[in-house]
């Protein structure tokens, strides 16, 4: 992602021309006119808004060039998928986004309803698929074939691709990018499933630990005035 801030020092090494970040600019510099020096506007370490523009950027640029239009985005009412649907709406329009839920029989009642606030403060449309029926089905035959039930972990893992395949599918069905919602914490340590909640195109919190998630959450409802 090409972060932009072209700029233009004096001839005593000041700065009196700084462009815009992550946005397209053009500006005329005449290097024979005494301009002032306009030093580094306060914004600009605030590395928490530059990971945020960076990503905002990188999405929009990621789909322009590769000809998608529209993005869907798994929701499980956390704060990774909350981020994710945040950004794209914003990168995207909130019309070119879709979340979707889809609850378990131990899903709880939160990873919902929040998901269903989340869509409705975004403005974005919100399926509901649930899996249980095909978990269970799918744990039935399991059991029929190799004489052994799931549980534990298996089972777990289950309900997670279950998900991803659901996921994957409407994604094909429909022409949408599935965007990734873990983040780097998760993946270091092997705290997802693989072909479950690793399934997507783009992993836009991949290189971003959790405590950096927090940040980028805290920054979006500061900027937005709101939760």
Do not use: W
Request: proline share 3%; with cysteine; hydrophobic share 35%.
């Amino acid at each position: 992602v090409y972060d932009g801030t072209s700029g233009a020092f004096n001839n005593r090494g000041e700065l009196v021309l700084m462009m815009k970040q992550f946005e397209e600019d053009f500006q005329i510099f005449d290097t024979k006119a005494q301009n002032p020096p306009v030093g580094v506007p306060s914004t600009y370490n605030d590395r928490t808004r530059l990971v945020y523009e960076a990503a905002r950027c990188g999405l929009r640029d990621f789909f322009r060039k590769n000809g998608y239009r529209k993005a869907s985005i798994g929701l499980s009412g956390g704060i990774d998928s909350a981020v994710v649907a945040s950004i794209a709406a914003d990168a995207l329009g909130a019309e070119n986004v879709v979340g979707i839920t889809m609850p378990s029989s131990y899903s709880s009642a939160g990873s919902v309803d929040d998901s269903v606030l989340l869509c409705r403060n975004l403005g974005i449309r919100l399926y509901e698929h649930p899996i249980k029926e095909l978990v269970t089905t799918y744990a039935r035959q399991f059991e029929a074939s190799f004489g052994e039930p799931l549980k534990g972990l298996a089972l777990e893992n289950l309900q997670a691709r279950a998900r991803g395949t659901t996921l994957m599918e409407f994604s094909n069905a429909f022409g949408h990018l599935l965007l990734t919602t873990g983040n780097k914490s998760e993946v270091s340590v092997g705290y997802c499933t693989l072909y479950g909640d690793t399934n997507g195109g783009l992993g836009l919190l991949g290189d971003l630990y959790k405590t950096e998630v927090f940040e980028l959450l805290r920054h979006i409802n500061r900027h937005a005035g709101r939760e």
